[in-house]
Nanobody, 124 residues
Framework: QVQLVESGGGSVQAGGSLRLSCAASGRTFSNNAMGWFRQAPGKEREFVAAHSWSSGSTLYADSVKGRFTISRDNAKNTVYLQMNSLKPEDTAVYYC?????????????????WGQGTQVTVSS
């Protein structure tokens, strides 16, 4: 059974940093796309960032570009999201996701596996 387990969420003041981790178990995703989405209260889930090890490509939402960095450790079957210069509008539940494919897709419906989510709260 595939499981994605996020950790590292919490509360931080604006301008601060957090690092999210997502550990996968049940299968390896070394050649697959892995990424992060988020959902703020009253809003739809949105794409944040993704990485494809097979193509070596990364993709970021415009709203986080230059502030967030996605990285992976295939030996640990883990993906990370380093979040710097956090803003109150980054407040959301952050979800880790993985695909059965190596290509990156922005639509959440294209992702096959999801974590349970971790809360990130940024205060002004």
């Amino acid at each position: 059974q595939v499981q994605l387990v996020e950790s590292g969420g919490g509360s931080v003041q604006a301008g601060g940093s957090l690092r999210l981790s997502c550990a996968a178990s049940g299968r390896t995703f070394s050649n697959n796309a892995m990424g992060w989405f988020r959902q703020a209260p009253g809003k739809e889930r949105e794409f944040v960032a993704a990485h494809s090890w097979s193509s070596g490509s990364t993709l970021y939402a415009d709203s986080v570009k230059g502030r967030f960095t996605i990285s992976r450790d295939n030996a640990k079957n883990t993906v990370y999201l380093q979040m710097n210069s956090l803003k109150p509008e980054d407040t959301a539940v952050y979800y880790c996701a993985a695909r059965n494919s190596g290509s990156i897709r922005v639509a959440g419906t294209s992702w096959n596996y999801w974590g349970q989510g971790t809360q990130v709260t940024v205060s002004s």
